[in-house]
């Protein structure tokens, strides 16, 4: 099947205008006969969910959490970008997009980021109605602050919480509804499969996981929303249940799943402490908004700091290597994601790291905090050399912008990063790959929607900071509602749909063979041994540099282990109770699956580029090197019957509107 | 480390329960508490025992999945943490561990530590909103100015995380600081104003239809909350309950 | 469904426990300040209980009400505690109240049934035989004799010993009681601190006061 995008005609700043008059609308009567299924109720779903029912849609939503609330979605720290451009610094929503092109490395899709830069200031002024309480400044208007990789301040936030605030504004939208009738929620229910009837998606199937009943639920539209698969490294930041069954599922039966090399590792995580270790946290981006990242400059200081005999305070100035200052000096420490990350691990790799593991480097305060300390002095008419009191004012201000971030560190890590430097290294993070979807966010299923970071379409090869939140709003509050409806519109005499179909019966008897097969099959290993060690081929083959050796025998091992994983890992307990192991199995089971076609697919692509890193294509100066000619497309697989056996299809990128260049931040 | 684990083992809501006790070594002052229960779990798994049962999901202390009652408090005995953010530095070798459910009528057990915690997904559903339809075109974000003070005391109360540890906590039971967390963010925003007299009216029937039990301000709640949320929510909360009910 | 549900809602009973708290206090003040009279000049307060004892607006209106305050401050009072109790109906293994709260706050029950016990004993000793003298027997108007019923009660160290101890539980019950009673009905500003600091003085002063009392008339007659 060739893959048809369905961007619409005219010039980028038109196209969603003239696409939004022109689509086919279904009146408010009959939008209560038709149904929707959304899986996942984070930013994406809950905000689809909420809208959906607003519109008078038939909702019929599903979390395997205990509540939509506690979506990963929450855990986003820093921000949400929007072009509003309430600072007067310049922004538009052509920078917007044009900044987000070039963050993504040219490989995202044009028509889509340019909505998504129009529909931003949408979302802020929504999320105000909706009583989410953004930072304000002192004359009551919105405060804004900056983030990698633009020269703007376009960040809206809610102090180190902005994620959670959304997250919550989306909920409280959803619990309307919910109490109206109009969202059937269903908490604590994995998606297990999705039933297809006569080329269209119609329903899934799903395990209540506190009963372990295998349900049928049946809709004219599918709509997934199940976020990134990050947890194939089995360590990252995101929740321990985010997990890539949906989006997996759906593959399997026929939508395809584009860029899944696409990965972006965030340069400012809490570094591992040990092999114990079942997930990492992560420091927000916007403290790089004051703090320097360094390592010593001399190796023998980083061996004496490993070794415990030298503290980082102890280091003169001319000793430290601030080495993103160094090697960027136009955006410094505000240099993108990918490569932020890229230059910690190089300064790690060459010896510098400087906690005992060697793979961490610092991010260091004192700078902002003695700043801040004078300015304040100044304001309050003290004494701005009384060193003592510059920095307790100075630790005040910091602790204002940051404190929860302060404190979550010196919990984990149990140092006071007000007095020494943090440590942070480099941690899996967002997936900019996924699903692949048209300019209507619909998957090569027919009915079956894919939005969030479950899809791929926004971000290209890397994501900026602050750019996930905006995506998850906009496709669930505004780009999805007017798509969906266009789909739908032909549908609307159908009536309810059955679930007695054959059909129906077929993914449910599929769904319940997967289950009997890993319950009887005597192992003796728990799941997370198998997790545990997907997780280690991916970081060390599959991760921050990736090489043609590396990821033959990645997709080997994977391949290996899965065989392994369904003959040894043992399920305590019954399929008909609560019970988590299995959940936790049947998840690793499709990240198993995933990983190889992840590594096939990085294989595949002969150049670098975002978050893909391949240490062959690079400049002299370590760059990322991009082939355009040859890679300028969105490498899309069709599932074949195994990851070995996906077939790729070919989305040409058009760029009309931006110049491929050779990204620079120095 | 050695320690020994004294966990409340419960088959399903119907099921009787009972604490049964677990002895475990090799635990690091640097893991967390849920990884200790992870290493448990791996152990019982090889054992060819079930493994306990919680609830946990994002582990960075703000999804509000986390709960257990550890040693008689709720996230343990660190301050402003949940139980994901709770490290094993907090003991010492040789420690016994109680290690329980959140317990309350409105919070049944579905499984070992595992509670239904729906009762307050039905509160915020009462009323927990601002009832603004999604369009795009509502006002600019900045034409209503909000005095910074009551911003940022709108955002103290709506970080709230509703794990449920100010129920687990108060003796009584009591959900007044989760209700009156998300009143007090509204109550404290223009925007919320318009429906504040309903709301709180509706949430706090809600909140007495689901069994939680009565507020003698002893306090815990708050010290025991993960995210600090303030007594003052609770203050505003009955203000804003008595004042609705008077005006009718 | 407003006015229906405040009669029935958790707040609008909190409120009323908090009020009619509030009344109690406001009672206990004022009785304080009579006692300590006896302290200083047993004619001012023979002439002060003649004037309560017979004052008609304080005998057949202010007394009623009071009665009525502290009937319905007790049935609340269990009926809650019964209620609270119910919504925890298993409790915890291992509980650790101390680490979050005070003794007083977690324990009203326990000072409030104290202080329930000791009023039966002070109605007893006081109330009925006043109700009696004044109401039954209709005995002759006898404006010196309060002095000499207070303190012949205060002879026997067994009930001086007694009345120290409810006193004691008062003051426990009134240094959660007086504050917790503006946190419930919503008074919680920048007054609040100040206040705090009065509830916490009143909960010392007139309990230990009211023990002063006692003792200053079982060791001087």
């Known amino acids: 099947m060739a893959l048809d995008s369905k961007i619409p005609g005219g010039s980028v700043s038109d196209k969603w205008t003239n696409y939004k008059d022109h689509i086919n609308l279904v009146n408010p009567a009959n939008k209560r006969n038709l149904d929707i299924i959304v899986v996942g109720t984070g930013l994406a779903g809950g905000s689809a969910a909420a809208t959906l029912a607003e519109l008078g849609y038939n909702v019929k939503a599903f979390c395997f959490q205990d509540s939509p609330r506690r979506a990963h979605s929450i855990a986003a720290q820093g921000g949400i970008n929007a072009a509003k451009n309430y600072q007067g610094d310049g922004d538009s929503t052509f920078r917007l997009f044009y900044d987000t092109v070039k963050g993504g490395d040219y490989r995202a899709r044009e028509a889509n980021v340019h909505r998504l830069a129009e529909v931003s200031v949408n979302i802020i002024d929504q999320c105000v109605a909706q009583g989410v309480p953004f930072a304000r400044e002192y004359g009551g208007l919105l405060d804004n602050r900056s983030f990698g990789g633009t020269l703007v301040s376009r960040t809206f936030y809610a102090k180190g919480q902005t994620g959670q605030q959304l997250l919550l504004g989306a909920y409280s939208a959803m619990n309307r509804q919910i109490g109206r009738g109009k969202i059937k929620m269903h908490n604590r229910h994995e998606m297990l499969d999705l039933v297809i009837v006569n080329g269209k998606a119609r329903g899934i199937i799903a395990r209540n996981l506190v009963t372990g009943e295998i349900e049928r639920h049946s809709a004219h539209a599918v709509v997934i929303a199940s976020g990134g698969y990050g947890n194939v490294f089995f360590l990252s930041t995101n929740a321990m249940g985010s997990n890539v069954t949906a989006a997996w599922k759906i593959h399997?039966?026929?939508?395809?799943?584009?860029?899944?090399?696409?990965?972006?590792?965030?340069?400012?995580?809490?570094?591992?402490?040990?092999?114990?270790?079942?997930?990492?946290?992560?420091?927000s981006e916007s403290l790089r908004n004051d703090g320097r990242i360094w390592v010593p400059a001399k190796l023998e200081d980083a061996k004496a700091i490993r070794e415990g005999k030298l503290k980082p305070t102890q280091i003169a100035e001319a000793d430290r290597d601030y080495y993103l200052e160094r090697r960027y000096p136009a955006f410094g420490n505000l240099v993108p994601r990918d490569i932020a990350s890229r230059a910690a691990k190089e300064r790690c790799d060459a010896g510098f790291g400087v906690n005992k593991t060697g793979e961490a480097v610092y991010l260091d305060f004192a700078a902002a905090i003695e700043r801040y300390g004078v300015d304040q002095a100044r304001l309050k008419h003290l004494d701005e050399n009384d060193t003592a009191l510059v920095i307790k004012l100075g630790t005040e201000v910091v602790a204002n912008k940051y404190g929860n971030l302060f404190q979550m560190y010196e919990k984990i890590v149990d140092e006071n990063p007000y007095a020494t430097p943090m440590m942070i290294y480099p941690a899996v993070h967002y997936t900019m790959g996924g699903t692949w979807v048209d300019y209507n966010l619909q998957t090569t299923i027919p009915g079956c929607f894919s939005i969030g970071e479950s899809n791929f379409s926004d971000h290209g090869a890397n994501r900026l900071g602050a750019s996930a939140l905006m995506q998850g709003l906009a496709d669930g509050y505004f780009v999805l509602p007017y798509t969906i409806g266009d789909y739908l519109a032909p549908d609307i005499k159908m009536g309810t749909i059955s679930t007695d179909s054959a059909e129906f019966e077929q993914a449910e008897n599929n769904v319940k063979q997967q289950i009997e097969a890993l319950m009887n099959n005597g192992g003796s290993k728990p799941a997370d041994y198998f997790h545990k060690k997907l997780g280690k081929i991916m970081w060390d083959k599959v991760g921050m540099a990736r090489n043609a050796d590396g990821l033959t025998e990645a997709q080997n091992e994977i391949a290996a282990i899965r065989e392994e994983f369904y003959k040894e890992v043992k399920i305590p307990g019954t399929a008909d109770s609560f019970n988590p192991e299995l959940a936790k199995a049947l998840r690793i089971a499709d990240f198993l699956e995933l990983g190889e076609l992840f590594a096939k697919d990085a294989l595949h692509r002969n150049e670098s580029c975002g978050g893909h890193f391949r240490e062959e294509y690079q400049t002299p100066e370590g760059e990322a090197q991009r082939d355009d000619e040859n890679f300028a497309y969105v490498a899309a697989w069709e599932y074949k019957g195994s990851p070995s056996d996906a077939v790729l299809h070919k989305e040409q990128l058009v760029f009309d509107n931006v110049k491929l260049v050779q990204r620079s931040y120095k | 480390m050695k320690l020994t684990l004294k966990i409340w083992r419960q088959k399903n809501a119907a099921a009787e329960g009972k604490i049964v006790e677990y002895p475990i070594d090799g635990i690091e002052p640097d893991m967390s508490f849920l990884e200790m229960l992870d290493i448990l779990n791996d152990e019982l798994i090889v054992k060819g025992e079930d493994t306990v049962a919680f609830d946990h999901d994002c582990?960075?202390?703000?999804?509000?999945?986390?709960?257990?009652?550890?040693?008689?408090?709720?996230?343990?005995?660190?301050?402003?943490?949940?139980?994901?953010?709770?490290?094993?530095r907090k003991f010492k070798d040789g420690d016994t561990i109680f290690i329980e459910p959140f317990r309350a009528k409105a919070f049944p057990v579905i499984k070992d530590l595992v509670v239904d915690r729906g009762a307050f997904d039905r509160i915020q559903q009462s009323g927990g909103f601002i009832s603004v339809n999604t369009s795009g075109n509502t006002i600019d974000a900045n034409t209503i100015p909000i005095p910074k003070h009551d911003a940022d005391r709108a955002f103290d109360a709506a970080t709230c995380i509703g794990c449920g540890a100010c129920v687990a906590s108060c003796k009584n039971s009591s959900a007044m600081l989760f209700v009156s967390a998300k009143v007090s963010q509204f109550a404290l925003l223009p925007q919320g104003k318009v429906e504040a007299a309903d709301r709180v009216l509706n949430m706090v029937a809600q909140m007495d239809a689901e069994g939680f039990g009565n507020c003698t301000n002893t306090g815990a709640c708050e010290v025991e909350c993960p995210k600090g949320i303030s007594l003052e929510n609770i203050a505003r909360m009955n203000r804003e309950y008595l004042s609705a009910s008077l005006k009718g | 469904m407003a006015k229906s549900a405040l009669l029935k809602s958790s707040i609008a009973k909190k409120v009323a426990m908090a009020l009619s708290g509030l009344f109690l206090v406001l009672f206990l003040a004022q009785h304080f300040f009579i006692n300590m009279t006896s302290v200083f000049s047993a004619d001012t307060f023979n002439s002060i209980s003649h004037f309560m004892g017979n004052n008609p607006l304080v005998q057949f209106v202010i007394q009623p009400i009071l009665i009525v305050g502290v009937i319905f401050h007790f049935i609340m009072?269990?009926?809650?505690?019964?209620?609270?109790?119910?919504?925890?109906?298993?409790?915890?293994?291992?509980?650790?109240?101390?680490?979050?709260?005070?003794w007083a706050s977690r324990n009203m029950i326990v000072s409030g049934s104290v202080v329930l016990a000791f009023l039966l004993l002070h109605f007893y000793d006081f109330w009925v035989p006043e109700m009696v003298y004044k109401y039954v027997d209709v005995s002759p108007l006898n404006e010196t004799r309060y002095f000499h019923e207070?303190?012949?009660?205060?002879?026997?160290?067994?009930?001086?010993?007694?009345?120290?101890?409810?006193?004691?539980?008062?003051?426990?019950?009134l240094w959660h009681g007086f504050n917790s009673s503006f946190q419930s009905v919503g008074f919680n500003n920048k007054y609040s601190k100040s206040l705090h600091t009065l509830g916490y003085a009143f909960a010392i002063v007139v309990p230990f006061g009211f023990i002063f009392i006692a003792l200053f008339h079982h060791f001087n007659h």
């Not at chain 3, 109906?89 to 709260?101: E, F, H, L, Q, R």
């Open chain 1, 252 to 283: 399997k039966r026929g939508a395809y799943f584009a860029n899944p090399c696409y990965t972006q590792i965030h340069p400012t995580c809490i570094p591992v402490s040990g092999d114990h270790q079942a997930k990492l946290t992560l420091m």
């Open chain 2, 59 to 88: 582990r960075e202390g703000i999804c509000g999945m986390c709960s257990l009652y550890i040693n008689g408090e709720a996230h343990g005995p660190d301050r402003l943490v949940t139980t994901c953010q709770l490290h094993m």
């Open chain 3, 150 to 173: 207070l303190a012949e009660k205060f002879e026997s160290p067994i009930r001086t010993g007694l009345y120290s101890l409810s006193f004691l539980l008062l003051s426990l019950h």
């Open chain 3, 77 to 102: 009072g269990f009926v809650l505690e019964f209620k609270n109790n119910s919504a925890r109906p298993i409790s915890y293994a291992k509980n650790n109240g101390a680490a979050n709260s005070s």
